[in-house]
């Protein structure tokens, strides 16, 4: 978890640092406003958008309730198609497993294509230990990993980068300059890209979605990667996070025409892969060998408990893309590989950090995310289920919740405590008020509200 | 409720109590124009709402069972409705105290909560449905913070701001981020400040070019704080809620 700021720094300070570039916010407001008007007049093309996401609201609910049975079909479609699984209980048996198929096969060089399952495992880092060469061949996962860092977003991993800023990178790697154009900077990636392909032993790839009925992998991408790290090596591990599992094709294409909707708003991606199995004799391209990780990784917990529904998720980054917190901070301010409203929830639900336990805090309940989920996940009520678990830290919070119930919670109090503030109403005019503590973190940024000397109460005998 | 009732409990919420009593005035003052008697049960405070987002069940509980109680007898002597000029504080009567009161261990205050709690009505949701008046048009032109417990399903009040801030002879502007939060956020405001000032920041910053006169809405906290925000950037934008805006329009009719 190292590479990630969880640990380093509290949420607040997380915050305030991405709030100190101005590029980055620049950066992001350009591509989610660009990701959600694409959103919107997709879904302007269908013919009852509330409806399907409706039912795929139901489905999801059905499939993750039956979730163990469904795995258990998945598993044995799976080895009868000549797959091989494990079951990886957490992040070190899934880098273990994956360490040794590597080792066997005298694996020198991977290629893969985007997962985040593989960011949660810190499997590169992993593998590199081991002296194995991984390049990422999803143009904005090689971009981050050339930059040394994280993807900043679960769908765009270099989200928070322009163009001048990705043509600076690709010039240090070319060692000449590299045009600002995205056309060039395409061509380039590619031609570099080509070579990894040929020459990798092992391809590694996330899973969309796995289909119990057929033991069959789904791969969504955009550039075509997916399909070359499938194909060309010898070897191809699919890791799949458990709870990525639709029931079978016909829940498949509920979320498929949601997913790329709600991703990019395209109808499909350009590559939708659907893997049956290793290469089977006489077919002409494939991997000799197909192993399939299903991680745990702290996802069981959730089923039967009152965050379920976050394992309904289909990773299609609407609700980061919406999310008005996300927009101003982006992704590695939440400190760790799933951010926005959704990471918010899974950070906390499935890290047994200390500090994971604040991020929850890290939105203002506006509900855009739940509005924007196209499988309905009441986003905003699973934050507000962390906060409960989560009782406010400090003494003096603590004190101050103390007294506002002893009097707030009386109606004669209150109504006392109300003629107080009228009377210190004067005081609201002083400049010194905003260093007091209370008010001071108000006054960050924002003037205190003038207090009328005279509340609504007072009106009220008036004219009531 | 469809037909236009003959007396409705004001539920003020405990910002406009402290901090904007003309919101609360100019709520009365259009329900009386439309015949419509107004009751201010006295015991009334605040809906629990602040230590709710906070996660505190027990805190929320306790200061909002006063306020509960204050309703429901204004409901049992008579008041057909309650009407709030909050979006945010009528959701966390309507949704969200049953909820409340049974995680608090509350039986009987839930039950009562989901009897009071369907007769909230948020205040352009009720006088959408009452008769327009004649008005001296505000002509001004207004944008329009379409706060985020407003738009959600759960009330969907998206258009009745608008056509009544219309009525009152406005000239509503269309602006990027007039749906978008305002970062306010209860406690959020307190726990990330810097974050909550760069949401309103945002907004403003797009109102800069936009020019309005005025920045209308339906929930006070929302306003203060992008006022509070435009006053430390060192503009005076004036800030409004809708129900002072419709009252002034009707009260300058002839």
Known sequence: MGEFGLEHAPLRERARAALAQPHLRRNLRRATDRFMEARASAFAQLADPDGLRATARALRARTVARLPELLEQFAERLLARGAHVHWAADAASARHYIGEVARRHGVRKAVKSKSMASEEIGLNRYLEELGIQVVETDLGEWIVQLAGETPSHILVPAIHKDRRQIAALFGQVAGSRVPEEPAALAAFARACLRDEFLQADMGISGVNFGVAASGSLVLVTNEGNGRMVTSLPRVHVALMGMERLVADLAELDVLLALLARSATGQALSAYTSIITGPRRPGEADGPEELHVVILDNGRSALLGSDLQEALHCIRCGACLNVCPVYRQIGGHAYGWVYSGPIGAVLTPALLPSAAARELPLASSLCGACWQACPVGIPLHDLLLRLRRRRPPAGMAERLAWRVWVALWGSPRLYRWSLGVVAALAPLTRWQGLSRLPLASRWARGRALPRVPSQGFRHWWRENG | ?254
């Open chain 2, 1 to 254: 409720m469809q037909r236009q009732p003959g007396k409705v409990a004001l539920l003020v919420t405990c910002v406009v109590d402290a901090l904007a009593p003309g919101t609360g005035a100019a709520v009365v003052r259009v329900l009386r124009r439309r015949g419509i008697e107004v009751v201010f049960p006295q015991d009334q405070g605040c809906c629990g709402q602040p230590a709710w987002n906070s996660g505190l069940v027990r805190e929320a509980a306790l200061v909002a069972r006063p306020t509960l109680k204050a309703l429901a007898r204004a409901l049992a002597r008579g008041a057909e409705a309650v009407v709030c000029p909050s979006g945010s504080c009528t959701t966390m009567c309507r949704v969200h105290w049953p909820e409340l009161f049974s995680l608090a261990g509350m039986a009987a205050e839930a039950q009562e909560a989901r009897r009071v709690g369907e007769r909230v009505l948020e205040f352009s949701e009720l006088v959408a449905r009452l008769p327009a008046l004649p008005t001296r048009p505000d002509g001004r032109r207004v944008a329009l913070h379409h706060s985020c417990h407003m738009l959600r399903e759960e009330l969907g009040l998206r258009h009745q701001p608008v056509m009544l801030a219309e009525r009152a002879g406005c000239q509503v502007l269309p602006w990027p981020g007039a749906e978008r939060c305002c970062g306010f956020g209860g406690t959020f405001s307190v726990k990330l400040p810097e974050l909550s000032a760069a949401m309103a920041e945002e907004k403003l910053r797009e109102l800069d070019s936009l020019c309005p006169e005025a920045l209308i809405g339906c929930d006070t906290s929302c306003l203060l704080h992008l006022a509070g925000r435009a006053r430390a950037r060192g503009r005076d934008l004036v800030v409004t809620h809708l129900a002072e805006v419709l009252d002034a329009a009707e009260s300058g009719h002839g």
